[in-house]
């Protein structure tokens, strides 16, 4: 129940699910009370200008994800562990397994992993069966990784987590299994890190951030290189730039509910 209520309720606060109930709500009262009507329209409106500009965006997105860029080279580790979330299965059409902008991800661990920064690989990540079965995550990033050159042997995995905290859980269970101490370096999305990196200690991980999947780079931020036309184009609303306000904004949320719940 609190993992479906961790997927519903914050449709309600996230940009477009505000506004389109805001939108109801104007709808509703637009005969009986139409000055209520219009302040909601409007505050819909404003919601959707903010959240869809770019530079907004960029300065919430940036606010999670330079938070743990590593300082120099990365030092060797007792093992990689990423985090699913970037990958589908290879259910037809699709002739195998796809990649999002989230799968850098296993990308980057394999490539840690053939640049001997550690002798294991943990695939953390189960599925959410809403519509059916699929396997799981740590199943597709595997078979990633065995095309990247990472031996099968090299690769553990757990298939049954279903949010950061069971991502934590597990892995310090299959930590505990192989008896393996020392320090892991965590790969996961940039805008995931801050949490996820608070989880992994809080369970007693000495976890190093090994952030990839970044949104905002420096010469985003870097007003000098940025054209007029890049200025202007900034200023009008588009739909990349409401994903990644939503999904900051998600995980904001994410870092306040696992704080009450302990998991920090």
């Given at each position: 129940?609190?993992?479906?209520?961790?997927?519903?309720?914050?449709?309600?606060?996230?940009?477009?699910?505000?506004?389109?109930?805001?939108?109801?709500?104007?709808?509703?009262?637009?005969?009986?009370?139409?000055?209520?009507?219009?302040?909601?329209?409007?505050?819909?409106?404003?919601?959707?200008?903010?959240?869809?500009?770019?530079?907004?965006?960029?300065?919430?997105?940036?606010?999670?994800?330079?938070?743990?860029?590593?300082?120099?080279?990365?030092?060797?580790?007792?093992?990689?562990?990423?985090?699913?979330?970037?990958?589908?299965?290879?259910?037809?059409?699709?002739?195998?397994?796809?990649?999002?902008?989230?799968?850098?991800?296993?990308?980057?661990?394999?490539?840690?992993?053939?640049?001997?920064?550690?002798?294991?690989?943990?695939?953390?990540?189960?599925?959410?069966?809403?519509?059916?079965?699929?396997?799981?995550?740590?199943?597709?990033?595997?078979?990633?990784?065995?095309?990247?050159?990472?031996?099968?042997?090299?690769?553990?995995?757990?298939?049954?987590?279903?949010?950061?905290?069971?991502?934590?859980?597990?892995?310090?269970?299959?930590?505990?299994?192989?008896?393996?101490?020392?320090?892991?370096?965590?790969?996961?999305?940039?805008?995931?890190?801050?949490?996820?990196?608070?989880?992994?200690?809080?369970?007693?991980?000495?976890?190093?951030?090994?952030?990839?999947?970044?949104?905002?780079?420096?010469?985003?931020?870097?007003?000098?290189?940025?054209?007029?036309?890049?200025?202007?184009?900034?200023?009008?609303?588009?739909?990349?730039?409401?994903?990644?306000?939503?999904?900051?904004?998600?995980?904001?949320?994410?870092?306040?509910?696992y704080r009450l719940r302990g998991w920090l």
């Amino acid at each position: 129940m609190f993992l479906f209520l961790s997927k519903l309720l914050p449709l309600f606060i996230y940009p477009l699910g505000l506004s389109c109930f805001l939108l109801i709500v104007a709808l509703i009262l637009l005969w009986k009370q139409p000055r209520i009507a219009a302040g909601a329209i409007g505050l819909a409106l404003l919601i959707l200008l903010v959240s869809s500009n770019s530079w907004v965006s960029q300065s919430l997105v940036r606010s999670l994800e330079w938070q743990n860029i590593p300082n120099g080279e990365l030092p060797k580790a007792t093992a990689i562990v990423v985090l699913g979330g970037g990958t589908k299965a290879p259910i037809p059409p699709r002739p195998w397994v796809d990649v999002s902008e989230a799968g850098d991800r296993i990308l980057y661990g394999a490539l840690l992993y053939r640049q001997e920064k550690a002798p294991w690989l943990i695939l953390s990540g189960g599925r959410i069966q809403w519509d059916g079965q699929e396997p799981p995550e740590s199943a597709d990033m595997a078979e990633i990784a065995a095309a990247m050159g990472v031996p099968e042997s090299a690769i553990l995995q757990d298939p049954t987590s279903l949010n950061t905290y069971q991502n934590a859980v597990n892995v310090r269970q299959i930590l505990q299994d192989k008896k393996l101490t020392g320090k892991v370096l965590l790969v996961t999305s940039a805008l995931h890190m801050p949490r996820s990196l608070r989880v992994f200690q809080r369970q007693g991980i000495e976890a190093i951030a090994a952030p990839t999947d970044f949104w905002v780079s420096q010469q985003d931020v870097n007003p000098s290189k940025t054209t007029i036309q890049a200025s202007i184009l900034g200023l009008i609303p588009d739909t990349q730039s409401l994903q990644k306000f939503t999904q900051a904004l998600k995980e904001y949320i994410g870092i306040v509910v696992y704080r009450l719940r302990g998991w920090l």
